[in-house]
Nanobody, 123 residues
């Protein structure tokens, strides 16, 4: 089992920044790819960014590429999502998740999920 806890959400204005954290406990964290997903009201959960379990490579949804940066600190069992140039359409509940599959983008490939943290971007 892997337990994940997100933090760092909040309310920001358009163009602002937030850094989300995903703290893990349980099984060896470095064995898992970690992804960030988000879900806005009335919409499907969508992939945002991921960091692989093998080579530490990162990958992003086109909608956030160049604005968001994912990173991991295995010594601290934590993954971060730095979000810059935020837009109102980024408003959603953000979830982190862990997968045994490197470069996973589909939610069904993730085995463990956090409870989510709300990000609201005002216009």
């Amino acid at each position: 089992q892997v337990q994940l806890v997100e933090s760092g959400g909040g309310l920001v204005h358009t163009g602002g920044s937030l850094r989300l954290s995903c703290a893990a406990s349980g099984r060896t964290f470095s064995n898992y790819a970690v992804g960030w997903f988000r879900q806005a009201p009335g919409k499907e959960r969508e992939f945002v960014a991921g960091v692989s379990r093998t080579d530490g490579g990162t990958y992003y949804a086109d909608s956030v590429k160049g604005r968001f940066t994912i990173s991991r600190d295995n010594a601290k069992n934590t993954v971060y999502l730095q979000m810059n140039s935020l837009k109102p359409e980024d408003t959603a509940v953000f979830y982190c998740a862990a997968s045994s599959i490197s470069y996973a983008r589909q939610a069904r490939n993730y085995d463990y999920w956090g409870q989510g943290t709300q990000v609201t971007v005002s216009s």
